[in-house]
């Protein structure tokens, strides 16, 4: 319930996707990793000894009156457990995508927290990133014109390969629409507003995944896939635009662009949506394709350090810059200074329910409405909208 800076930030979930956080949270000036926590102490205690803060258990981190947020990196299945628990304490909680494994779990997030009055933030932060906002800049700027149509594609072969455990990317709340989708889903509805129908098909390319990561404690063993790795649909937002997508671990090569969208005036080239930068290539009328280089422009609040200035770790490449972090700084800050904070449980509410209705929507195959909507400006004329 902080109103001070730096914020004390708790991590719960010490697994892959918390090195990036830890690593990170140096550069950003409005939070500070206080202490972490995970259900398998002996984690805990390794990422405590590599970044030199301390290690406690769950329950001794939300009883502790110094730490003002929690940092939920768990599994998707334990987001909405350690989100509650949180809240009852009193406590900010940021989580990582998705929100929660199911609609209700998700409200009962944001009700809790808007009874106790704590905020509630959510990745994916990659559509604070400049390639994002300069994208949404062109199109409330009007220089694409309405939002007519648009194809998204993000196809590979899926995490056996990758990831120490993969296995519950392939288990109920996992599958690419769930664990990549909200990336898409965020950064289409931050460009679009939001969607107000989806229709889908979904398939289950292969029934077993055999884990080959090197090094990973199961490497060898097989996963039982029981969620659709690969489903293709169509999205339709209030603005009126409509956008194809393929989101698949079925692939092991394409040629699709991750995002274009086209306008009455104009094409847009996104870049990957899963990064804060990259290059944006806007194709007016029958001109040729200008490009935007995004990566060296300015991340978030203006103090902040951003790939590309100098101080800033040699080893981040600014194209690819995995800032992470930057969703949680951002709550921190607009606690401090009484704003609204932009990666919000409410967006990712939207997210959720999109992506659940795209796979209820591929399960039964039909169309799904979306009751949810958002408070952002939709973009749905030439007429500059404003506002982030
Ligand atoms: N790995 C990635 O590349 C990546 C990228 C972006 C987002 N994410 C998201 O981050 C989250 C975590 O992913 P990950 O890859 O780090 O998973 P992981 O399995 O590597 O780590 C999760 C950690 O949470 C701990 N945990 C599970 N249940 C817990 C509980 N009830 N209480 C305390 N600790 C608990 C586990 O012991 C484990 O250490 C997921 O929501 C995932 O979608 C992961």
Redesign the pocket.
């Known amino acids: 319930m902080t109103r001070q800076v730096p914020m004390r930030v708790g991590v ?7 090195d990036i956080y830890l690593r990170n949270a140096p550069f950003f000036p409005s939070f500070e990793i206080a202490a972490v ?4 102490p002996d ?1 805990a205690a390794a990422k405590a000894a590599q970044y030199g803060i301390g290690a406690m258990g ?1 329950k001794e981190m939300m009883a502790r009156d110094d730490i003002d947020a929690i940092l939920n ?4 299945e ?2 909405a ?2 989100a509650l628990e949180a809240i009852a304490a009193g406590k900010h909680v940021y989580l ?3 929100l929660a494994t199911s609609l209700a779990d998700a409200r009962a997030i944001l009700d809790a927290a808007a009874e106790v009055g704590v905020r509630i933030g959510s ?1 994916p932060d990659t559509v604070l990133g400049p390639g994002p906002s300069t994208a949404r800049d062109l199109i409330v700027s009007g220089r694409i014109g309405r939002p007519l149509i648009g194809t998204s594609a993000m196809m590979n072969h899926g995490m056996e390969s990758r ?3 993969p296995d ?1 990317f392939f288990k109920p709340g996992g599958g690419p629409v769930l ?1 990549m989708g909200p990336y898409y889903i965020a950064l289409m509805t931050a460009l679009l507003g939001p969607v107000a129908a989806v229709e889908a098909s979904g398939m289950i390319g292969f029934a077993e995944r055999t884990i080959t990561t090197p090094g990973a404690a199961r490497q060898g063993a097989t996963i039982k896939v029981e969620v659709f790795t690969t489903v293709q649909g169509m999205l339709y937002f209030d603005c009126g635009a409509q956008v194809s997508f393929s989101y698949s671990w079925d692939i092991w090569k394409h040629s699709l662009p991750p995002l274009e969208l086209h306008g009455t005036e104009a094409s847009l080239r996104i870049p990957d949506p899963n990064f804060f930068a990259g290059k944006i290539e806007i194709g007016v009328g029958r001109d040729p394709w200008e490009e935007i280089d995004t990566s060296a422009l300015p991340y978030g609040e203006p103090n902040y350090p951003y790939p590309g200035m100098a101080g800033f770790p040699d080893d981040v490449k600014p194209l690819f810059a995995n800032y992470r972090g930057l969703g949680l700084a951002d709550l921190a800050t607009s606690i401090a200074m009484v704003r609204p904070h932009r990666a919000s449980g409410e967006v990712a509410f939207h997210v959720l329910e999109v992506l659940t209705a795209i796979m209820e929507a591929a399960t039964h195959g039909r169309r799904i409405n979306i009751m949810s909507k958002l408070g952002i400006p939709i973009p749905s004329s030439a007429t500059p909208t404003g506002g982030a």
Do not use: M, N, Q, Y
Request: glycine share 6%; with cysteine.
């Open positions: 719960v979930g010490c697994g892959s996707i918390s926590a995970d259900i398998r984690a769950v990196l768990t599994v998707p334990a987001h457990p350690i990582e995508k998705p990745a990831h120490p455990s519950f664990d």
